[in-house]
């Protein structure tokens, strides 16, 4: 049985720093999972999947990651997902760093 298709985002994450990001509607490369595109339509995400994936200099690890769209943003429907955009598990890196 065909599973629905539910709204997702292009994840991967960045060549250089390893920072997680996120496909905007522009095409571009975002930290901010709320400033991601939702794709609503699955060819529609199976050709934007595609043309982020032959971004290789730039990326690796692209995927389409489930979510459920708020007033605001994508927010995750997976624990891994929710955890993978809060940065490093260790502190004193990346995102977590910030915090303090």
Known sequence: MLREFTPKVITAN???EGDVVYLT??????RHLSEAEI?????DAELRLLDAQAQ?????????ADMTPTEHGPEPTHFREGFRRTGPSNYNHGKQAERA
Do not use: I, K, N, P
């Open 14 to 16: 960045a060549l250089l």
């Open 25 to 30: 509607d522009a095409g571009t490369w975002t």
């Open 39 to 43: 794709l609503t339509d699955e060819a």
């Open 56 to 64: 290789a200099s730039t990326v690796v690890g692209v995927y389409l």
